[in-house]
C-alpha cells in the first residue's frame, strides 16, 4: 500500500529559497582582521542568484565541479549556497594540502571553475599551471589582474562578475539523491579518496545538527563557524543555518586566539565549531587577556579528541560548555554528539560527556571483532566500529588505481577502521584506528589507551605504542619511549606505572628509549615507520626483567 | 553526477530499533485515575515484539490495516510503534465520531484486526457488527469476556495475547514510500476522506518536531500529550518523542483538569499538546485549585486559535509559554509553530505570537486568488492557502464516488480550503475557510474577524457572519446576532462598534437578530443552515438605515 503522500524532494534548492525569504533577517558576518561586513541571508540570496547567472554564463551545467579555494567568509557561503542550489557540484579544496594532493584532487574530481579568495592567491598561483579541467578562476576579494594564468584559462573578479547579474534566479528541483557537494580524505595511504555528498544526505544531516540532540539551531542563535568549509562542508553548518534561520559569523583567514576573540566580541556568539587546539588557543589568550565570553553557551569540537582539563576550564573559567562531537568525511561530519544523558548524577555525566558522543537515530551503529562477529553494546566489548544511514557513504568516487585498495564495506556497512566500544544507551568510545590496534592472545590493546597512560607518568616527553610480531601471543605491544629533558626512567618505573591501570598480561615487555618519537607529515605518531625499524632490528629493544 | 552516499530508507523500524535501545531508559507514563503506571522505552521494545509476534499469528502482513479505538496510553504507544514497524498500516479510529462515520471509515479503510481499549467497549460494541472486514478484536485493559461479538470475529485480551510471545521480532525494512498510519478527516460534506502517511513523511515530521523551531525535544524534556493519538498521529509526538528520548505523559481516558492536573503534579512535564478548551479547562481549575506548573515551559496549542488572554493569563499567573501551531489532517499535523521572530521588541513579537505561526523549510507556501494568481507574502495580500512538502498529501486514499468531489489539488500543491495572508518573514494568519470568506466587489472580507468583532461588543452573546447575495456587489456580509440575556442593542449601535475596525463599504446592512446562532454537531456556527434560511425568507433580516 502506497501512502497519499507528496513526492516532494529534499532539495537545496528550495532551502535556498526558504532561507533567503522566510529568514531573510538572519546574517552571515565576516571578520576583517579590523571589524565586520555583515550582509542578510536576503542579500545571500540575491547574490547566490547573481553567482548561479555567472556559472550559467560561463558554461557551468548540472553536475559539473565547481570548486572554492577560500577562507570561511560570507562570499563563500554565497558560492556554497548558489552551486548546488543550481544543480551542480561544489567541491571546496582544502586549502591546507599538500600541492600534489590539491592537484591531484582538482584534476581527479574534474573541476571546472575555482573560486580563489584574494588572500590565497600566492599558494594557489603556482597550482593552476596543474590543473587540468579549470577553464575559469573567480578571485574573491583581492587583485584579479594579478593572477598569472595559462592560457585556457580565463581569470575573473568575483564582485563584477556578479555586478552585471540579475538578483533573482530560477533554481531547478533537483533529483534528491543528485550530487550536491564533494569531498576528499586525505589519508595516509594512497591517493586521497572522494565523498559525494547528496542533496538528500546533507538535508537531512543539517536537519540533524539543528536539533537539540546536535547543536539545537533556531533564529535565536549565532553560530561562530571555525571549523573550515573545506573540511566536510564545516560540518554542514552553512546548510543548518540557512534551514533553521541561525546567523552565522565567520572568521575568514583570521584564525588566531586574537582576532577570533575580537569577533565574539564583536558577534557574541551562542554556539561555535572548531577543532581542539582552536579552543586550547583561546583559552590560553583568555587567561591574560580576560574577556566575557559566557554568551557562548555550547562550543562544539570535534576532529580529535578533546582533554578533559580544556572543558573543565572552560566550564568554570568562562561559563562555556565545551561539548564533544565525532565523525569523518564518509558520515557527513557529525555522527556522534556527547550531551550526557539527563537522569545521571554529575560525575557520571561527565564520564559520558568524555566519549565521542551519542549515535542519533539516522546512523545505525554496530561492532565487529576481529573474526567478524558483531559484539554486544556493553561499554566493553571491542571491535571495529561500523555505520550505516543515509548520510554515510556507500562507495568512494571513481577510484584510482593507485588508490588505497582496502576493504572500506561490510555487507552495505561502512568500516571506520576505528576501534571503539559502545555503551546499551549508544555512547561510542574510539580506542585506537585499527591497523594500530594490538591482538594479543586473542584479546585486544588500545595502542592509544597505553601510550596515554605511559605519557602521564612525569618523566616522558612523548610515546608511542605500537604492535609488533609475538610467536606465543600472535602480536604484542612495544613502547617508544622519548624522557623529558632531563628525566629518568628505567623499563621497571615505567612497567610499574602503567600496572595501576593494566592487567599484567597487558603490561609491555618490550621498550626502545628514543631522542623523539617518529611522526607523519600531520604530526601524528608514525607507527608505520616504528613497526618497520624494530622489524629491521633498528630500534634498540630492552626487554623488561 | 549520483552522489556516492548509501541508500538506506526512513523507516519506523529501526527507529523502533533506536529508540527502545539507545533510549532504553526513557519512560512512558500513563495516568491510572488515582495512580500512574510508568514503562521504558526498553519495556516498550520487548512489548512491541509481542504485539508484532501476535499480529503475525493472527495473519496480519504487509500493507494491512490494524485499526485502534483507544485513549491516549502506553498500550496505544506499543500498538502504535509495533504495526508500522512490521509494515502494516496503523489506523487509529476517532472515538469521537458519529456511529455511521466510524462503520464507514473501518470499512473504507478495511481495518482487519481493531485494539481496542476496555474503558470503550460501550462505545464500540454496538458498532462492531456492522465492521465488515474486522476479524480480530484485542481489548486493552478490560474484560474480553464481557464483549459479545459477531461470528466471523475473534476477541481475544491484550495482556494473555502478549504473555504467550517473545520479546524480540525482526522487524523488516519497509520502503520510504510504503503506507505506515492512516487517518480520515470528518469533513461537513460529503463522506470522511482519508489521508496515507508513509514512513518517509512520518519520519520527517517527526524529526522537525524535535527541532527548536518546533518543539524542541530530547532526552532532558518530558512531553504531556493530550492530543488525542486518534487525531493526526497526535501530532507525530510518538513518533518524535521515541526519535529524541524524551519521555511520555499520557492521560488515557482522564481528560478534565483535575485529573490532568494530578497527572503533571506526578509527571511534571515540560512540554505539553492540547486544544485550547483543554487550556481554558486547567487555567480555570488553577484559579481555585493553586499548584506550581511553571515546570512546563511551553504548552503547545492547535485545533483552532487561541484566545489571548489565555496565553496572557498562562504566562502571568504559571509562567507557562503558550505557543500556537497550525495544520491540518492533510500536512501531517504541525505546519506552522508561532515562535516568534528573536529580532522583535516585545510588542510585536506578541503580534507574531498570535497568528498560525511560521513555516519550516520543508512546508512551501503559497497564497492564491480568486483568479489563481499567486500573490505577495506582505502581510496583507488575501487568498486560500496552498501548500507543498514531503509531508503534505497529494491525493485522498480510494476516494469513494459520494465522496466530496471538491478540488482539493491545484498544480501538485494541496489547496487548505483555508483563506489567509502571510508575511516576508513566513508567518502565516487564517482568517476565514474559503467557503465562508465573502467576496464583495472584488475585494475580501473575512466572516471570522468581523463575527468576532461583533461579539466583542457587551450586549452580544454570539454572532456569526455570512456572505449572502447582492445585485451590485455581488455578495455582501449579513449578521445573525444572539444578545446577551437582558441585553439590548439595535443596528446602529452594533454599525457604530464595528466602524472602529472595519471600513465603511465593508460594514454590513444585513442583521438578523435570533435566539442562538445554530450549530453543526462538533459545535461550530452552521452557516450553510443560514444560508439556506436567508434564501428562504425565513430570517427576519433588519436593514441598517
Redesign the interface.
Known sequence: ??????????SLS??LR??T?????STVTTWTGETTRTRTYGELGARAAQVAHALTRLGVHR?DRVATFMWNNGEHLEVYAAVPAMGA?LHALNIRLFPEQLVYIANHAEDRVVFVDGSLLDTFTPLLPQLATVRHVIVVNGDAGALEAPAHVTVHAYEQLLAQEPATYDFPVVDE????TMCYTSGTTGDPK?????H??LY?HA??L????AM?????ERCLAIVPMFHVNAWSLPFAAL???ASLLMPDQHLQPEPLLALMAAGRPTRAAAVPTIWSGILARLASHPQDISHLSEAFVGGSAVPPALMQAFEERHGVRIVHAWGMTETSAVSTVA?P???RPDDEAWQYRLTQG??P??V?HRIVDDEGAVVP?DGSSLGELQV??????????APSPTADAGDHFDD?W?RTGDIGRIT???YLTLVDRAKDVIKSGGEWISSVEMENDVMAHPAVAEAAVFGVPDDRWDERPCVAVALADGADADVITLRAHLADSWARWQLPERWAFVDAVPKTSVGKFDKKTLRRLYAAGELAITYAP
Open positions: 500500500m502506497r501512502s497519499t503522500m507528496q513526492d516532494q524532494p529534499l528550495r532551502l526558504y532561507a525569504t522566510v529568514h531573510a533577517r553536475s557540484v539523491d543528485a550530487a550536491a572522494g565523498v559525494v555528498y547528496s538528500r544526505s537531512l536537519m540533524h539543528t536539533t537539540p540532540g539545537g539551531l533556531s533564529p535565536r534551514m533553521s534561520g550531551h544523558p539527563a537522569d551519542q549515535f537515530a539516522l545505525e553494546h550505516r544511514g543515509p548520510w554515510v557513504t556507500g562507495a568512494y568516487y552495505g561502512l546499551p544507551d549508544g
